[in-house]
């Protein structure tokens, strides 16, 4: 049995708290400098017509499509499509068979995705072909449905076990990671919007033979993208030292006072007053939706942040009626993390 008894969690700050300016900025020289200059007005409207279509072009271009039309008329999009369907192709995820009144075949759909780094910049632009699951029939596409999923517990355990062991920790990213499940079922999909087979365009997808037997050699080579130390993983940041390992989530936090409106907001010391009780009476929110979805973000966030568990676990009691009362709490929390969003928690080394 592997245990990191030793090894103590503690939260501490390694910035001052981002100082919130509430005071607009004057133009002290307003009343004593004037242009009289038609010319260089035009010139000035110009310029900032210039910025505002480059500003509009970049966030466009930071904007995940909404479909597979809007991608294929988008370069850096279409590229992701292809190096995505170059990988099916390359591994023979499929073979194209004639349309024979074939029980049910599903549907596929694109997915998009931007990959961003700890900074906030562009990592990657990723494009991911997936079946409509959900067309499948059951006792004919499948029999039975499972999703193995890793626990936030057990990665807590075992960077604690590396950091006491002084275990050097990489992170590896495994190149279309669905081929290593076995699929026992035959399935037929339509051809993937934009990557019809002109010379076939009536044919339908079934998995092929040809990957069962892939995938058995997949358990001795695996196409591996070594992304180096670990760093950044699952929106969580990783920093290390002698001193042990540290690990915040301060773009998620960032990303998540956006999404709620509340990157503007003015801070304040603790995520829920001492004392407070929350009760089902109250005006209810006419959009729950959003409630439900502040509380889903901010559980995900305690992975790192033990600090706030307590006050979301709380408020998640009423998320099946959440009142105004209950979203005033949330916003308590989102504000008590605008203030510590440097917080981070620590695996201290023992030596």
Known sequence: MCTAGNDIDVITE???????????PQDVNSDTEQIDNDSSEDNTTHDESLD???????????MEPANAKEALTRPLWKEAMQKEF??????????LVPYQDQENIVD????FKTKYKPDGSIERRKARLVAKGFQQAAGIDY???????????????????????????????INNAFLNGYLKETVFMHQPEGFV??????????????????????????????????HYFLGIEVQRDVGGMYLKQSKYISDLLKKFKMDNCSPCPTPMITGRQFTVAGEKLQDPTVFRQAIGG??????????????????????SSPTIDHWQGIKRILRYLQGTINYLLTHQAIH
Request: charged content about 20%; hydrophobic content about 35%; glycine content about 0%.
């Open 14 to 24: 390694v910035e001052n708290p981002t100082e919130i300016n509430t005071e607009d």
């Open 52 to 62: 505002i279509t480059q500003q509009q072009s970049t966030y466009k271009d930071t």
């Open 86 to 95: 170059q990988a099916l192709m390359s591994n023979k995820t499929w073979i």
């Open 108 to 111: 596929s759909k694109w997915v």
């Open 143 to 173: 029999e039975e449905t499972f999703s193995p999923v890793i626990k936030a517990s057990t990665v807590r355990i075992i960077l604690s076990i590396a950091v006491h062991l002084n275990w050097e920790v990489r992170q590896l990213d």
């Open 197 to 230: 087979d002109t010379t076939k365009p009536n044919h339908i997808c079934s998995n092929n033979e040809f990957l069962q037997a892939f995938i058995k050699q997949l358990n001795d080579v695996f196409s591996l993208k070594d992304l180096g130390l670990l």
């Open 298 to 319: 901010l559980q995900y966030l305690t992975h790192t942040r033990p600090d706030i568990a307590f006050s979301v676990n709380k408020l998640s009691q009423y998320m």
